[in-house]
T-cell receptor, first 109, second 115 residues
Framework: TQLLEQSPQFLSIQEGENLTVYCNSS?????LQWYRQEPGEGPVLLVT?????EVKKLKRLTFQFGDARKDSSLHITAAQTGDTGLYLC?????????FGSGTKLNVKP | ETGVTQTPRHLVMGMTNKKSLKCEQH?????MYWYKQSAKKPLELMFV???????ENNSVPSRFSPECPNSSHLFLHLHTLQPEDSALYLC??????????????FGPGTRLTVT
């Protein structure tokens, strides 16, 4: 059983559509990070959420941390082809970083 | 540009070879990490260094040997690898360890193929 479960695993949408991906756990965390990884590259940090219920916006991306700090969502408005990549959530727990398996997003032109 | 560089970007090696992966961070961070990323698996933490001291060895086989000569450089020495060791090896750094230092910055990775 993984600490972080991400869904969906794969998502293929048309440019201009909206989408939401999820990161869930049964554990409570003090913070959670979202990363995007493009093929052949390392993950790039997008945002860190710390407070339960917190919402952060990064242009067309909206990140929310659950009230109970067990889950998080990432919503993309009007997706663009440049949003294509692997979206990973991560937490720091008991002196280790844990990553989810990721959501692979493909935005078609 | 993330401030973390890795060389080489691609490496093909035989099972009897010895090679080294290099990572350098230009961010002034005190903690550095090696991760393995295989297809269809989450990122696996391999080693953690803080101020050049190894603080975590996540049950990694001895054919992988890390070295951290200073807080800016991290190496992963490889010898007698197996084909299942083929993967993307990622280096990362963070300001410090501890729950407040939770943001990691990754290098582009070394794509390793063991033949």
């Amino acid at each position: 059983t993984q600490l972080l479960e991400q869904s969906p695993q794969f998502l293929s949408i048309q440019e201009g559509e909206n989408l939401t991906v999820y990161c869930n756990s049964s554990s409570v965390f003090s913070s959670l990070q979202w990363y995007r990884q493009e093929p052949g590259e390392g993950p790039v940090l997008l945002v860190t959420v710390v407070t339960g219920g917190e919402v952060k916006k990064l242009k067309r991306l909206t990140f929310q941390f659950g009230d109970a700090r067990k889950d998080s969502s990432l919503h993309i408005t009007a997706a663009q082809t440049g949003d294509t990549g692997l979206y990973l959530c991560a937490v720091y727990n008991f002196n280790k970083f844990y990553f989810g398996s990721g959501t692979k997003l493909n935005v078609k032109p | 540009e993330t401030g973390v560089t890795q060389t080489p970007r691609h490496l093909v090696m035989g099972m009897t070879n010895k090679k080294s992966l290099k990572c350098e961070q230009h961010l002034g961070h005190n903690a550095m990490y090696w991760y393995k990323q295989s297809a269809k698996k989450p990122l696996e933490l391999m080693f953690v260094y803080s101020l050049e001291e190894r603080v975590e060895n996540n049950s990694v086989p001895s054919r992988f040997s890390p070295e951290c000569p200073n807080s800016s450089h991290l190496f992963l020495h490889l010898h007698t690898l197996q084909p299942e060791d083929s993967a993307l090896y990622l280096c990362a750094s963070s300001q410090d360890l501890g729950f407040r230092s939770y943001e990691q910055y990754f290098g582009p990775g070394t794509r390793l193929t063991v033949t």
